[in-house]
Nanobody, 125 residues
Framework: EVQLVESGGGLVQAGGSLRLSCAAA?????????IGWFRQAPGKEREKVSC????????YYTNSVKGRFTISSDNGKNTVFLQMNSLKPEDTAVYYC?????????????????WGQGTQVTVSS
């Protein structure tokens, strides 16, 4: 069973920053996976935010976060980060880490095999 653990959420004022972390439980390695971040705001559908391919480091972002969010990977710590800058109230959501062996399933179909429990991000105006 793959376990993903998110951390780093919290309350921040508009214009502020947060860094989310997604760590794999012991015994699981991210090496051959695509790791992504999704979010779901109250009353809205879940949407993809960003992902990174651990195989070649390629990154993807949804348009609304380009230039503000940066996804990165610390291979030694088996952790993926999402640095979120210039946060806006509309970024408020529960953020979920996800993993899949294929980019297609995770980024194109929004159906990764593995999900974390989520971490709340609240941006006040």
């Amino acid at each position: 069973e793959v376990q993903l653990v998110e951390s780093g959420g919290g309350l921040v004022q508009a214009g502020g920053s947060l860094r989310l972390s997604c760590a794999a439980a012991s015994g699981f390695t991210f090496d051959d996976y695509v790791i992504g971040w999704f979010r779901q705001a109250p009353g809205k559908e879940r949407e993809k935010v960003s992902c990174i391919s651990r195989r070649d480091g390629t990154t993807y972002y949804t348009n609304s976060v380009k230039g503000r969010f940066t996804i990165s990977s610390d291979n030694g710590k088996n952790t993926v980060f999402l640095q979120m800058n210039s946060l806006k109230p509309e970024d408020t959501a529960v953020y979920y880490c996800a993993a899949d062996s294929t980019l297609l399933r995770l980024w194109m179909f929004d159906q990764p095999d593995y999900w974390g429990q989520g971490t709340q991000v609240t941006v006040s105006s």
